[in-house]
């Protein structure tokens, strides 16, 4: 099993930046993939961007050239840096792991419990 755990969420002014962090431990060899997803209240979870073990990434056009993927793969660690935030970002942010870097969230395995995102305006 693997599990993931979030942080870094929090209430921001738009324009503002946060940067959401998620932890993998257990059998973190079996991911390949660390995404983000978000869902914002009375709509479907939505895909936010992906990135490989090995590089490269894969990013929704919402938020391409404002947010920016990362990871640490020696401390199992992927973060999410969020720049230029609006109001219509405001959602709970989940981190899921997989096997392959898509924008469908039933191709990823593992989830963590979710952080709160509010943009303000």
């Known amino acids: 099993q693997v599990q993931l755990v979030e942080s870094g969420g929090g209430l921001v002014q738009a324009g503002g930046s946060l940067r959401l962090s998620c932890a993998a431990s257990?059998?973190?060899?079996?991911?390949?993939?660390m995404g983000w997803f978000r869902q914002a209240p009375g709509k479907e979870r939505e895909f936010v961007v992906a990135?490989?073990?090995?590089?490269?990434?894969t990013i929704a056009n919402a938020v391409k050239g404002r947010f920016t993927i990362s990871r640490d793969n020696a401390k199992n660690t992927v973060y999410l840096q969020m720049d230029s935030l609006k109001p219509e970002d405001t959602a709970v942010y989940y981190c899921?792991?997989?096997?392959?870097?898509?924008?469908?969230?039933?191709?990823?395995?593992?989830w963590g419990q979710g952080t709160q995102v509010t943009v303000s305006s």
């Open positions: 990135i490989r073990r090995i590089g490269g990434t």
């Open positions: 257990g059998r973190t060899f079996s991911i390949s993939t």
């Open positions: 899921a792991g997989g096997r392959y870097a898509t924008s469908t969230a039933s191709d990823y395995d593992y």
